[in-house]
Each structure stands twice: as structure tokens, then as C-alpha cells.
């Protein structure tokens, strides 16, 4: 009897089907990952606060003169942050391609999930190095491939499969998107939604990530401090979605999203490929995005480094904010976005290190905004339309149409500013621009649907 007790616990515990350690397969190895990014992403955090305390230092000395010497030195900066940054990485052979999300991506399906470790010590100082200094690109680039590097020797030192491998990258990727962002379930949808331009997701990564995410977010939470537990960005509950109306400017605004998004990823590509097929050495061709995106910066500051300060001017609609702008009209708020998406282009388009991910919620906010301020002057006043809740669901829109994460796009929104007031808008503009925006993505490795995927067990 009691041999038939002990028989039934063990297949409870390690066969069949319910609760079982098969059906948990891959729990301890997510949570590794989890663990082990979480720390590394503690570490380079400190490398970016250190790097923002020291501009933000120097741009506080920053006069709106001409001769100003400060506002030209910073000009130059982002030439010799991106050839600092280009210089580093090119010590390393293996990490000549290594670009950010887009590399991950390539890794997840045509490499076996395999990433080279020496990613993890040399591609965030890279990053820093050149958005540090003022280049225009986000730090979600050079933590997701961070985090996959993390997810791929994991599963290389525990001598696991390919197919492995591939699950903990993901989890990797997500847990490094959670923790930095302060999004832990956006994160987790990233890392099993990013791999596919349709709806495909890799469902076998769903659980690995989110147990990854949620413990990559606790760890980099508990070093960081309280801050980590609050959101990046607040939003009024005054613009909460209130009025069933405002779904025919909110379909306006999809869009104008889908359009902007087009006009962001053939500039980008179309820039990104005249630079490689130049024949100029590397080292140049980086200098050159710098110097474009010194030359912008000098004129329009806000434009530099990740582009924070335009997200947090559009949701509150305060121009005094911003360096250069007296006012934030329709017109000015669109010079915001073109100048973003050029500025952006020209830094990671020429080979500079950094991620599309922030940039381009920086770019959908100031377009989002626009479009705001524009149906405010042109619909009645009943509706009650808020240029600031435009700027907040253009955000999510944007990122939906040109990263083809539309999921990802509508929960990161609600954790980003700690709310779910402007779901249903937001459900709504990402759902039509990833709809309409079919076919068009930032991220050249991805592939419309799992069969599609060149990957092989």
C-alpha cells in the first residue's frame, strides 16, 4: 500500500499530465536567467546614471548663445561618443554585427538561439559611450541582446539543446527589457513577441519569460531602490477616455501613425543601407551620424540621448521644457518627430550602438501630440479632447506599427505612467496601424510568421 503511495507521488512530481516537473521544464533555468540579468542590468544602470549625471552636468552650463562654448562642445560630443563606442566594439571581432534587437532576433532564428558572451562586458559600455555622449538612440538595443548573451551561455554551460537555447534567449531578452524599463509584464509579452511582423508568437517562450521578467524586475528592483517601483512617466487622471466620440480622432491618429511610421522605417533603412554600401572605413561613417546628430542637437537639444525630455514635455504640454521651443504647436511638435526620427536614423544607421526602442516612443509621443492639438483646434469641445493623452497613446501606437509588437505596445503604456485610463485608445490606434502598417518593420530579421523561421531544432 504504502509502495503504491510513493509510486503515485513520483508520477505526480515527474510524469503526465497536470502539475508535474515536466510541465515546469525550463522554471530553474528561466529563473537563472532571470537572476543573473537582473544583476547585470543593476551594473548597467550604474553606468548610465554615471554617464547622465555627467551630461546633465555639462548641459546645465549650457547658455542659449552662439559662442556659447559649452553648447559647441556638446555639439561634438556625439561624434566622439559614437567613435568611442565603434572603436570598443571593434576590438572584438565577433561583435562586429552584434547591432542590438535586431541581432537577437537574427540569433533567435538563423544562429541556434547562439550569442558570443563577450557581448555582455563590451556592448553596454559601447551604448554608453555613445548615448551618453548625446546620441540619439535607447538603451533597449544593447540590454535585449545583453540579456540574450545571459539566456545563451546559460544554456551553453548547462549543455542544453538548441531548442533551449532559443527559450532562454528569449528570456534573457525579456528579463532585460523588464528590469531597465521598470515593465515587467510588457517585457515578458517582448521577449515571445518580438521575433514574428505578424501576430505569431513563440509560445513555448511564454512561461520562461514571464518567470525571467518577473525575477530580473524584483532583483534590479530591490538594488535600485523605491524609485524602480514607481512608474517612468505620470499622466493626469483629467485625461482619462471618458467620451465615445473620441474614437474617430483617436482613428485619425492611427492614421497618421501608420504614415509616420512608413516615412521612420524607409528613411531608416534607406540611410542605414546608403551607409553600408559606402566604401568609407566604419570609423568615418559612424563619425558622420554623430556630426549630424551634433549638428541637430546644437539647434535642438531635446532631440539628443534617448528622448525622455520630449516624452515627458508632450505628456505634460510644457514648453518650457524645452531648449529652442517657445511654444508646442502642431508645427513644432512635428519638426519634433522628423527631427527625432533623422537624428535616430543617423546615429544607429551608421553603425553608432544603441536601440530604436525609446527613440521611438519619443517620436510617437511628439507625433501623437501634434495630431492632439490639432483635432482639439478642429472638434467641438464637448468631446473633450487632450493633446497630452494623444501624445500618450501615440506612443504605444508608434511602437506597435514599426516594432510589430502591438501587444507589448498597449500593456507598456499602462506600466510605464502606472494607469490603465487610456487602454481602450490605445487597444484601438495600435490595433488599426498594425493592421494597416502590414509588412513594415524596423527590425530586418524578422519573419512574418514560425514557418517562416529558418530555425532548426
Known sequence: ???????????????????????????????????????????????????????GSLASRREELWLDPV???????????????????????????????????????????????????????????????????????????????????????MK???????????????????????????????GFEIFYSSSDIEDETVLPCFIASSLSYAIYSFFVGPSAWQPLFELDSRYAFSNSLRLFPYFILALAVTFASRFYISFFRATEKAFCDSRIPVSVKVSIGGLVTGAIGFFFPDILGTGYSIIEGCLNMDASGFAGIRRLTAVSLF????????????????????????????????????????MKAVMPE?????????????????????????LTAIVMVSEMTGNNLLLMPAMWVCGISFWLNNGWTLYRSQVHRQESSPKKD
Not at 9 to 36: D, I, N, P, W
Open 1 to 55: 500500500m504504502l509502495g503504491n503511495v510513493r509510486k503515485s507521488g513520483r508520477k505526480f512530481l515527474f510524469a503526465g499530465k497536470g502539475m508535474s516537473v515536466q510541465t515546469g521544464r525550463y522554471l530553474f533555468e528561466a529563473m537563472l536567467v532571470g537572476a543573473v540579468t537582473g544583476l547585470a542590468v543593476v551594473l548597467f544602470k550604474c553606468l548610465i546614471d554615471f554617464a547622465q549625471y555627467w551630461y
Open 71 to 157: 553648447r559647441w562642445i556638446m555639439a561634438g560630443l556625439p561624434v566622439l561618443g559614437a567613435l568611442a563606442g565603434h572603436l570598443l566594439i571593434r576590438k572584438f571581432d565577433k561583435l562586429e554585427n552584434a547591432r542590438g534587437t535586431n541581432s537577437a532576433i537574427d540569433a533567435f532564428h538563423k544562429k541556434s538561439g547562439y550569442i558570443t558572451s563577450t557581448v555582455i562586458p563590451v556592448k553596454p559600455v559601447a551604448s554608453v559611450l555613445t548615448i551618453g555622449t548625446g546620441g540619439s538612440a535607447g538603451y533597449e538595443g544593447p540590454v535585449t541582446l545583453l540579456g540574450s548573451a545571459i539566456g545563451s551561455a546559460i544554456a551553453r554551460l
Open 160 to 190: 542544453l539543446s538548441p531548442r533551449a537555447r532559443r527559450i532562454l534567449m528569449a528570456s534573457g531578452l525579456s528579463a532585460g527589457i523588464a528590469a531597465l524599463f521598470q515593465v515587467p509584464l510588457a517585457g515578458a509579452i517582448f
Open 335 to 374: 519638426a519634433l518627430f522628423a527631427l527625432k526620427v533623422v537624428a535616430t536614423t543617423f546615429t544607429v544607421g551608421s553603425g553608432g550602438s544603441g536601440g530604436l526602442f525609446a527613440p521611438a516612443l519619443a517620436c510617437g509621443s511628439a507625433l501623437g501630440a501634434a495630431v492632439g492639438v490639432i
Open 382 to 406: 464637448s468631446i473633450g479632447i487632450t493633446p497630452q493623452a494623444f501624445a500618450l497613446v501615440g506612443m504605444a501606437g508608434f511602437m506597435a506599427s514599426t516594432m510589430r509588437t502591438p
